[in-house]
């Protein structure tokens, strides 16, 4: 590869290890070479291959984002903004996400979407949750991105009949062998060529899955040295679901059985026991996931959309629990992401006080690191991965500069960026994806999003139409 030097950055968010932490450091010199950074400070005194004129650019590490569902979430857009499920604490996951299905064409266009608005909005690592199909690993990969492949497995689905009772049809036997084709995948995608591919345990919600399903998939993740993810505390549906099976909070039932550790990432962790909607006795679940070093990845937006919201995202960080990003809707802009995240969070505390910046960059760069079991990402050091993101400090909305990281999350987001580097190699320039033909994935996915109209009065216990379930803002008139 060649070696590139970025010459002369106004501003770099760079890792100070004495500190332990991230710091700004003010026109600086960054030497890549063989996907690493080989050099970060003053004057490097080599030439490189390619030379890029850094004095009006902020030079972040990239972002991480641990929570997204690319093949699925972008056909959404327009259906499941404001939905309404007053039987399940209006939360969309069992009435709406069980109807509005998508194809494989649709997949891929759904993922390139996806993937383009992750890309330019500074993520240069995803982990991509996913149920398999062919090609998706190969979609993943022509992206450009590092990627971490997660494909889901669990022994049963959901369903209703009335929209207030949840139901589950189990398949123990399709469980195992989805888990079965879960590590021949990982296998795959940590041998792609790309180098950029590798994998995750993700057995998909905890109320779907058997504890002896869960178990084998931590004991494996453990055994690899994966990361492992499932869905829990998302629903207050599935908070007395878990209690009802089981006499404890989902958090307690998992450290019951064993699956709460170091590679744990719990996806949402909204309703522990100390939420106010559950009025629970205890308070015993935030600690339970400090003291056994699980991470929380946080997804504001999907939740905000339904009136729900986590309690609070500063009371975690100040618990000492592990904390990441995640983008588990549209719009996969994950500077906006950020931005909700703190908003949100100190509307529900009441105080500003509540949650910092500083809180929320940490847990979009190396608190995601760390729940991906890393070091060599999140940050900018001699010897950690080459993937850097651009951002352009002359932009109208960065003005005034004074300082960059807010001006980025609280005005600009991708607006401002500018040019994204994966180990190394470009893959956003001018603040366009270069891997990923963006407009025509969005007209493929459009027609998608007709296809998966067309079959929801067939999925839906009512019978109902996707206009009858997501009406119009407006009607239309006739002409």
Known sequence: MATTVFRRAAWVVAWDEARGGHVYRR?????????????????????????????????????????THPSSEPLRKGITDETRSPGFWHSSLYEFLTVFNNDREGSVAAMRVALAELLMSGVTTVVDISPPFDGWIDTLAESGIRAVAAPMFRDARWFTRNGH??????????????????RRLIDLAAQHP?????????????????????????????????????????????????????????????HSIGALGRNTIIGHGIFLDHHPWLHWPTHGDMPLLRDTGATVAHCPTVFMRRGIAMNTFGAYARQGINLGIGTDTYPHNFLEEMRSAF?????????????????????????????????????????????????????????????????????????????????????????????????????????????????????????????????????????
């Open 194 to 254: 790309s180098g950029r591919l590798s994998g995750m345990m993700m057995p998909s919600q905890i109320d779907t899955c058997t504890p002896e399903l869960i178990r084998d998939a931590h004991d494996y993740a453990v055994e690899r040295r994966l990361p492992l993810q499932i869905h829990a505390s998302q629903s207050v549906t599935e908070f007395h679901e878990m209690v009802r099976r089981h006499g404890k909070t989902p958090i307690g039932w998992l």
């Open 343 to 479: 908003t949100i969070s100190r509307a529900v505390a009441g105080t500003v006080d509540d949650v910092t910046t500083l809180d929320i960059f940490n847990a979009a760069t190396v608190g995601g690191a760390r729940a991906l079991l890393r070091d060599d990402i999140g940050r900018l050091k001699v010897g950690a991965k080459a993937d850097l993101v651009l951002v352009d400090i002359k932009h109208p909305s960065m003005m005034p500069m004074r300082e960059p990281i807010r001006s980025l999350l609280y005005v600009a987001a991708d607006r401002a960026v500018r040019d994204v580097f994966v180990g190394g190699e470009q893959v956003v320039a001018d603040g366009r994806a270069l891997n990923i033909d963006y407009a025509a994935a969005s007209e493929a996915l459009e027609e998608a999003q007709k296809r998966s109209m067309a079959d929801v009065p067939k999925l839906d216990w009512a019978g109902r139409t996707a206009d009858e379930l997501a009406p119009m803002v407006l009607p239309i008139a006739n002409s």
């Open 165 to 182: 009772m949840l139901e589950y049809e189990w398949d123990v036997k399709g469980g195992r062998e989805a888990f079965d084709r879960a």
């Open 27 to 67: 026109d600086l010199d960054v030497m890549v070479r063989d996907r690493e950074i080989a050099f970060l400070g003053k004057n490097c005194p080599e030439t490189g291959d390619v030379e890029i004129d850094c004095s009006q650019r902020l030079l972040l590490p990239g972002l991480i984002n641990i929570h």
